[in-house]
Structure formats: structure tokens, C-alpha cells
């Protein structure tokens, strides 16, 4: 009898072998597609990525539109379990990073329709939210393996964040996103900054221990976040470990200057900017906040992070490289 490996012994699912992005792996011709109409986009784009996709030749098995995430979870679940080679996912990075869970440790191949407001995993990838570019990809890119994060018992695909950016995805409703578009962003912000409290943070990686005040926490796991924003001007999602940074300070200014710094990632080149790589660790803050996790409030500090690099299979353009 085999020796049992490490993730049996640990119990996370073993990962399936990398596919660096220098390979020329071809998407898969059959798939199942799942929308979100909740997505900013979702309604619209339904039946015109249904068109697009059969245009490319890719079959679709079965297409189904949901308003609850927990229902196109299922779906997806048991698409994958009857060994469907790919799913179509359309929404925006909260349905990414309700979904990213199923996909660790198995084969089944993730494409991307990109439906929503900020849509920072498809930045990340280089997907255009155009139905027909995307579409495009799904056919004609190619399959490459990309990291995730884990906080507190769930995967995700972009950040995890405390402070401003759980003030910020309180004022990002539905209704805001589908009349203002990408200027939600804006509103969200001013609105955050009024009511941002700092609070006590101690975090703990393999580079060390750190205790500072904070206003903004962000653990990221691939480039962007808030829509068009580099983590870092370095960031990459096949890095294989996360960037973090802090906010440091009790003073609203500072918030400003953050605010001003975020094009580019250089926000991380401030003196108020605490910021490092790491592979994982643990953050307890005072008083307990609450954790935002690609968009959606999910769970509350203290948390245990880290890094699953070449955590999920997903189609990229074909010139793609990272």
C-alpha cells in the first residue's frame, strides 16, 4: 500500500499537476453554463453567451441562470461531480469566489464570463468584459493553473480585506452598481472614509510578528482589487504566495493618501504603508472586525490565511503569461 500523501494526511484536497501558463493546453469543447443574474450584466449577457459560445463550436451541455448563489453552487457542484470538463461562469468576483471552492484539487477547467462591476479576477487574466471577447477566450485561449487564497475555511480568487473595504462593499448594493456602473466605486469610498474607525491589529506571518493601529487591512492573492487597482506593482495571481499590506494610523488623511496612491499599487511605497509577501499567517484585531472576502462580508477576525498556489484551473487569452 502507498505511503498517504500530504494533503490525505492533513485533509485538503491534493492538487491536480500545475499547468504553467508556457503551456498550449486547449480549453475543453463541452461545458455546462451557469450565470448569475444578479451580476450587473448577468440578465443581459445570458442568451447572447449561449449564441457566442455554439458560434465557437464549444457544446453546451445544459445553461442555467440563478438569482442565489447557494443554487448555483449546487449546480456547479454536481456538474462537477458527473465529470463535466468545464464550467462557464458568469458574474461577477463574489460568484468567482463562491465557486473557487468546488474547483481545488480537481480537473475540471473554470471560464469566465465577466459580469459585474470591478471584475478584478478578469483583469487578472486579461479577459475584457465584452461578451463576445470572452466568449473568444473561452474557445480559442488556452488552460493554465492560478493561485488562490484560504482565509478561515474558505477559498478565494482576488483579496481578503478589513476596515475601509468592509465600509465600502456595506455601500456597493446592487441597485448602486446597476445605475452607476464603475463610478459606485467613488460613492462607496466617500461614504467609507466618513465612518472608518481604526482599530488594533497583530499580525503574525513567518516573516515575524507586527502590532500596529490600522485603518485598512488587504491579504491579496492575485493583482487588482477595488475593480482597477493594483495589490502592489509587482502582484501576480501565479506568484505562489500573497501580498499584504496595512494602513497604518488613526488619522482620516491618511486614508486620503492611500486613496490617491491606489493607481499604479504604489499605495504600498507610503510611509504610512506597511506591506510584505508572505505564505501565510494569522491577524487578531481590536475590537473584532468584520472580514470582506472578494466583495462579501463572510466571516470576522480573528483569521488564519495563506497560499494554495496552482489552486484552480481556469482559460486565459492565449498570450496570456501572468
Not at 85 to 99: E, Q, R, V, Y
Not at 252 to 281: D, I, M, R, T
Not at 284 to 313: A, H, N, Y
Request: net charge neutral; aromatic share 6%.
Amino acid at each position: 500500500m502507498d505511503a498517504p500523501s500530504e494533503s490525505e494526511l492533513s485533509g485538503e484536497p491534493e492538487l491536480p499537476p500545475e499547468i504553467p501558463p508556457s503551456a498550449n493546453v486547449p480549453p475543453p469543447t463541452k461545458a455546462v453554463l451557469l450565470v448569475n443574474t444578479k451580476s450587473r450584466r448577468g440578465q443581459e449577457w445570458f442568451d447572447l453567451a449561449q449564441q457566442e459560445l455554439k458560434k465557437h463550436g464549444i457544446e453546451i451541455e445544459k445553461a442555467t441562470r440563478f438569482e442565489k448563489i447557494d443554487d448555483l453552487m449546487r449546480e456547479g457542484r454536481e456538474a462537477i461531480e458527473r465529470g463535466i470538463p468545464m464550467i462557464i461562469a458568469g458574474g461577477g468576483d463574489g460568484t468567482f469566489n463562491a465557486l473557487s471552492d468546488l474547483f481545488v484539487g480537481k480537473e475540471t477547467v473554470c471560464g469566465l464570463l465577466p459580469l459585474g462591476t470591478g471584475n478584478s479576477l478578469a483583469r487578472d487574466l486579461g479577459i475584457q468584459a465584452d461578451v463576445a471577447q470572452a466568449c473568444e477566450v473561452i474557445a480559442k485561449g488556452k488552460v493554465v493553473s492560478v493561485d488562490l487564497g484560504y482565509v478561515n475555511g474558505t477559498h478565494f480568487v482576488n483579496v481578503a480585506t478589513i476596515g475601509l473595504t468592509t465600509r465600502i462593499a456595506q455601500n456597493l448594493t446592487n441597485d448602486l452598481k446597476k445605475r452607476l456602473g464603475r463610478f459606485v466605486y467613488a460613492v462607496a469610498i466617500w461614504r467609507a472614509m466618513r465612518k472608518s474607525r481604526p482599530f488594533r491589529a497583530v499580525l503574525e506571518t513567518e516573516n515575524g510578528t507586527r502590532e500596529f493601529d490600522c485603518l485598512q487591512f488587504v491579504i491579496g492573492n492575485g493583482r487588482f482589487h477595488a475593480g482597477p487597482f493594483p495589490i502592489a506593482p509587482d502582484a501576480s495571481i501565479i506568484s505562489g504566495a500573497l501580498n499584504i499590506y496595512a494602513v497604518e494610523g488613526r488619522s482620516k488623511w491618511v486614508l486620503l493618501k492611500y486613496a490617491l496612491s491606489l493607481p499604479g499599487g504604489h499605495q504600498v511605497a507610503l510611509a504610512e504603508v506597511f506591506s510584505e509577501k508572505c505564505n501565510g499567517g494569522k491577524l487578531s484585531t481590536t475590537p473584532r472586525k468584520q472580514v470582506t472576502v472578494d466583495g462579501e462580508v463572510c466571516t470576522q477576525t480573528p483569521i488564519e490565511f495563506r497560499s494554495v498556489p496552482k489552486g484552480m484551473r481556469v482559460v486565459v487569452p492565449a498570450d496570456w503569461e501572468g
